[in-house]
């Protein structure tokens, strides 16, 4: 069964970094691809960025692209989001998910992801 574990949210002023961490345990995160969703308050879950599996393609939302960075590093078996310039209205729940090991490919659809870590807050003040 896969877990996953974010950390690394927080309270952060307009302009600042995050880093979010997702960590598995049971399983090698290299063979999932991994995406992190979000959820602001009264608004729908989205895909901001995910991480192919077997070909590590990347993907961004545009609201994100040039500020956020995604990222695996194998040796810990954590995925990372490197989160720069924020802006108040990235303030959120943020989600690492996983699709099934069948899946080498990135998807901008939440349903398409199979397992979820619990979230970590996200918030940032102007």
């Known amino acids: 069964q896969v877990q996953l574990v974010e950390s690394g949210g927080g309270l952060v002023q307009s302009g600042g970094s995050l880093r979010l961490s997702c960590a598995a345990s049971g399983v090698t995160l290299d063979y999932y691809v991994i995406g992190w969703l979000r959820q602001a308050p009264g608004k729908e879950r989205e895909v901001v960025s995910c991480i192919g599996s077997s070909d590590p393609v990347t993907m961004y939302a545009d609201s994100v692209k040039g500020r956020f960075t995604i990222s695996r590093d194998n040796a810990n078996n954590t995925v990372y989001l490197q989160m720069d310039s924020l802006k108040p209205e990235d303030t959120a729940v943020y989600y690492c998910?996983?699709?099934?090991?069948?899946?080498?490919?990135?998807?901008?659809?939440?349903?398409?992801?199979?397992?979820w870590g619990q979230g970590t807050q996200v918030t940032v003040s102007s």
């Open positions: 998910a996983a699709r099934r090991p069948s899946f080498y490919y990135c998807s901008g659809y939440e349903s398409s992801y199979e397992y």
